[in-house]
T-cell receptor
Framework: GQQVQQSPASLVLQEGENAELQCNFS?????MQWFYQRPGGSLVSLFY???GTKHSGRLTSTTVIKERRSSLHISSSQTTDSGTYLC?????????????FGIGTLLSVKP | EAAVTQSPRSKVAVTGGKVTLSCHQT?????MYWYRQDTGHGLRLIHY???????EKGDIPDGYKASRPSQENFSLILELASLSQTAVYFC??????????????FGHGTKLSVL
C-alpha cells in the first residue's frame, strides 16, 4: 500500500479561512518535507520538519513521530495559496536516501 | 535562489520514437533527480545521480535511461517512447542526498505527451 497518504484530497476555502492538511505515513519516519506546487506546475519547498512544530509566516508544520503524521496549517488563507500541497517522507535505501511523495491536497481559495 | 532549468517545457512524441529531456542546474549541487508525476500518483523517482558520469536507478527506472555528463547537466532518455510514459517530468537538485536539511530545488517540469 501507499506509504504516504494525504488528506483531504481537495479543499475549497473562502479567503480568510484556515486550512489543516494532513499527511500520514505507514513507515518509520526519518524526515518529512512539505512542498507547494503552483498551478503552473513547479514545486517549492515549504518545510523540512522531522519532528515538532515549525512556523513560516502564515504556515505551521507539526510532525508527531509516534503517531506517524504531519500536518500543515494555513492561517488566514489567500487566493494566492491556491495550488497543490505535497508531503514527502524520507526513506533510507540501499543506494541512498530518497523522498516518497504523497498524491497531494489540492487547495482552492475563493475570493 | 537555486535554479533548475528544464527543456523542453512541453513535447509531443510518437510511440516508438526517442525522447530526450534535459535539465541544467546552476546551484553547484551534487545530487540531481528525475521524477514523473501522474494524476492520482505522487511524484515517483525514475533515476538520480550524485556525481557526474554516474547514475542510479530510482523506483520506476524501466523504459528510461539517464545521463549525467557534467555536474550541471542531467538528461532523461526514452529510447522507445510508449503511451504509458505520457506524464509531467520534473528534474530536481539538492546539495546532498534526500536527507535531513537537504532541500530539493525543482525545475518547472516538462509535459510529455506520447501519441
Amino acid at each position: 500500500g501507499q506509504q504516504v497518504q494525504q488528506s483531504p484530497a481537495s479543499l475549497v476555502l473562502q479567503e480568510g479561512e484556515n486550512a489543516e492538511l494532513q499527511c500520514n505515513f505507514s513507515t518509520s519516519l526519518n524526515s518529512m518535507q512539505w512542498f507547494y506546487q503552483r498551478p503552473g506546475g513547479s514545486l517549492v519547498s515549504l518545510f523540512y520538519n522531522p519532528s515538532g512544530t515549525k512556523h513560516s509566516g502564515r504556515l505551521t508544520s507539526t510532525t508527531v513521530i509516534k503517531e506517524r503524521r504531519s500536518s500543515l496549517h494555513i492561517s488566514s488563507s489567500q487566493t494566492t495559496d491556491s495550488g497543490t500541497y505535497l508531503c514527502a517522507l524520507e526513506s533510507y535505501g540501499s543506494s541512498g536516501n530518497k523522498l516518497i511523495f504523497g498524491i497531494g491536497t489540492l487547495l482552492s481559495v475563493k475570493p | 535562489e537555486a535554479a533548475v532549468t528544464q527543456s523542453p517545457r512541453s513535447k509531443v512524441a510518437v510511440t516508438g520514437g526517442k525522447v530526450t529531456l534535459s535539465c541544467h542546474q546552476t546551484n553547484n549541487h551534487d545530487y540531481m533527480y528525475w521524477y514523473r508525476q501522474d494524476t492520482g500518483h505522487g511524484l515517483r523517482l525514475i533515476h538520480y545521480s550524485y556525481v557526474a558520469d554516474s547514475t542510479e536507478k530510482g523506483d520506476i527506472p524501466d523504459g528510461y535511461k539517464a545521463s549525467r555528463p557534467s555536474q550541471e547537466n542531467f538528461s532523461l532518455i526514452l529510447e522507445l517512447a510508449s503511451l504509458s510514459q505520457t506524464a509531467v517530468y520534473f528534474c530536481a537538485s539538492s546539495e546532498g542526498g534526500a536527507r535531513a536539511n537537504e532541500r530539493l530545488f525543482f525545475g518547472h517540469g516538462t509535459k510529455l505527451s506520447v501519441l
